[in-house]
């Protein structure tokens, strides 16, 4: 008897402890006490956006190289300094070339004699052929004689011309109106071209206007189109930003590790020349914007108040129409939230654009607190409370 009067007691003492357990865990809340939290449509510049990073180019960049080799003579210009077209930057040592000229020279010299000679043989042949005096085997190897003569007279022309080229191209002059970015070469050095042209120097046209070389993810390059309005940033200078336009779409893809990028060419002024060749730019690609659009938090068209049944939650964008797509907001009518449909259009990842539903000012619940959690946490942060002495 005592020990079914234990067990009695020990169930019972079980049972009020799961209780107390669920009471403490699962209590409901007291929904008739919650309040709505409300914010306002606003209307606002609301633009949706690409961000990558590239690297700053001069819009034209010239190398300037040498047709023939050599020692370095003389250097005219230094990094940094502006030039203008035609300008001499360089002299390489001319005294080989000059010789070559020379020699050049004196062979078209006796090319030429040789090439008079064989005419005047020709021109009296043609003569004693008219009287039969000359067999016509003799005339046709004299005429041979003359022509291989004349070709040797255009070979050596060509040959002084190529010379004098050659000397010519001693001198190293700007092509364009410019300023001098690198300076590769010092006097005495020798420069050799037999298989490509040496750089020497390379020129900018004008540092008032760069590109940026900004790489872009397949992923966001469908949305990129020429004429779109771009802003960056560069570390030289965090508080300032810059601004650009999309100016060419490439469409050789870069594959790396996998990576398919594609490279986008923008186009900004740099009027006070604080972009520098070679800076990396942090650049923002706006693809979409609306400077007036009436607007909402995106958390809003997720929110779904507590006293409502367990349904799907909606979802933004989904039930797709005609002038944008479906998301549902809740408002308040007479203390009660009903939902209401409306049509969105571009987000920013944080707002979203409301094209219809809602007007500009109108209200609507973001989200939901009990009101004892309110009095309580004011009460715990209020200076005003009598606070309770320590001993």
Same mark, same amino acid.
């Given at each position: ?20 357990? %669920?009471?403490?865990?699962?209590k ?29 180019e ?20 230094d ?17 080989? %070339? ?6 050049a ?6 090319a ?44 050596s ?18 092509? *364009? ?24 120097f390379?020129?900018? @046209? ?45 469409l ?70 005609? @002038? ?5 907001? %809740? ?6 939230? *009903? ?52 001993r």
């Amino acid at each position: 008897m005592k020990a079914l009067i234990k067990i009695s007691i020990l169930s019972l003492f079980i049972a009020a402890l799961a209780f107390a357990a %669920w009471y403490f865990f699962f209590k409901p809340q007291n929904l008739e006490n919650n309040v709505f939290i409300y914010e306002i449509v606003q209307e606002e510049a609301l633009f949706t956006s690409v961000s990558a990073t590239g690297s700053l180019e001069p819009v034209d960049r010239v190398e300037i190289g040498t047709q023939v080799s050599g020692d370095i003579a003389k250097i005219n210009v230094d990094f940094n300094q502006p030039v203008k077209k035609g300008q001499v930057l360089a002299e390489l040592d001319k005294s080989k %070339w000059i010789t070559n000229l020379q020699q050049a020279k004196l062979s078209y010299e006796a090319a030429q004699n040789d090439f008079e000679y064989k005419k005047r043989i020709l021109e009296r042949a043609q003569k004693l052929s008219e009287n039969k005096s000359i067999s016509t085997s003799e005339l046709e190897t004299i005429e041979y004689n003359y022509q291989v003569s004349k070709i040797a007279l255009a070979r050596s022309k060509s040959e002084v011309e190529q010379a004098s080229l050659n000397l010519s191209n001693c001198i190293i002059k700007s092509p *364009i109106d410019g300023v001098v970015l690198e300076r590769a070469v010092d006097v005495g050095q020798t420069v050799a071209a037999s298989m490509s042209a040496p750089i020497l120097f390379v020129l900018a @046209k004008d540092l008032s206007q760069m590109k940026v070389m900004a790489s872009i993810d397949e992923a966001d390059i469908g949305v990129i189109q020429t004429g779109q309005s771009v802003h960056f940033t560069v570390d030289a200078y965090p508080l300032d930003s810059f601004s650009g336009t999309v100016q060419e779409i490439r469409l050789n893809p870069t594959v790396s590790s996998n990576v398919v990028t594609y490279l986008v060419v923008i186009s900004a002024s740099n009027p006070k020349q604080q972009l520098l060749p070679g800076m990396t730019a942090t650049c923002t690609i706006i693809t979409q914007k609306v400077d007036s659009a009436l607007t909402i938090p995106i958390k809003a068209t997720q929110f779904r108040p507590q006293n409502t049944p367990k349904t799907e939650p909606s979802k933004a964008y989904s039930s797709p129409s005609k @002038k944008g797509k479906s998301a549902r907001v %809740w408002i308040d009518s007479s203390g009660v939230a *009903i939902p209401k449909r409306i049509q969105t259009g571009i987000n920013d990842g944080v707002k979203i654009q409301v094209l219809q539903g809602l007007q500009k000012g109108d209200s609507f619940i973001i989200g939901e607190q009990n009101l004892s959690t309110i009095k309580k946490a004011s009460k715990e942060s209020s200076p005003f409370m009598p606070q309770r002495r320590r001993r």
